[in-house]
């Protein structure tokens, strides 16, 4: 869990947002071993940064000096089924399972956002379904509630 937080914090600026609960990006790394993934921050490639600047500006309205926090996850194991896909900060651990938000084009090629559970264990993925553009901040484990925001809304999703 430590090696985590100490790779996250030789790439992280003051200017990028991180989410707090980093501590389950650990579980997820630390439970899939048999699949042999990393999570990169920093070298996310062009289409990466791509997706990185949409997503910020669609949750924002503009891009300045501050951009939301991306990760992409790196496999060498052709059967890992979240292999360089792109999600934000947030990140959840409820009943052994990890909840993401996956960032992506749509076949319109419009940036856009989804609830993912992943499986760390047997690596398999469910799409709990479309956020759209908003950036998920907050969660209330009591109510099972999670809070996200962009510039204009608020969006509440019950688990």
Excluded: W
Excluded at 5 to 34: R, V
């Amino acid at each position: 869990m430590n090696f985590i937080y100490f790779i996250i914090s030789l790439f992280k600026s003051d200017n990028t947002k991180f989410d707090a609960n980093l501590e389950n990006l650990a579980s997820l790394t630390n439970h899939s071993s048999n699949i042999n993934f990393k999570i990169e921050y920093a070298n996310i490639g062009e289409k990466g940064e791509m997706i990185k600047n949409d997503f910020t500006f669609s949750v924002y309205d503009y891009i300045d000096e501050y951009e939301l926090g991306v990760f992409k996850v790196i496999c060498k194991n052709e059967e890992c089924k979240i292999k360089n896909n792109y999600f934000t900060g947030f990140c959840i651990s409820i009943q052994n399972l990890i909840i993401l938000q996956r960032i992506f084009y749509d076949s319109n090629k419009k940036c856009t956002s989804e609830l993912i559970t992943y499986d760390p264990i047997i690596g398999d993925v469910v799409i709990l379904g479309e956020i759209g553009n908003f950036e998920l901040s907050v969660y209330y484990p009591n109510d099972k509630l999670i809070i996200g925001y962009n510039h204009n809304d608020e969006i509440q999703i019950n688990i």
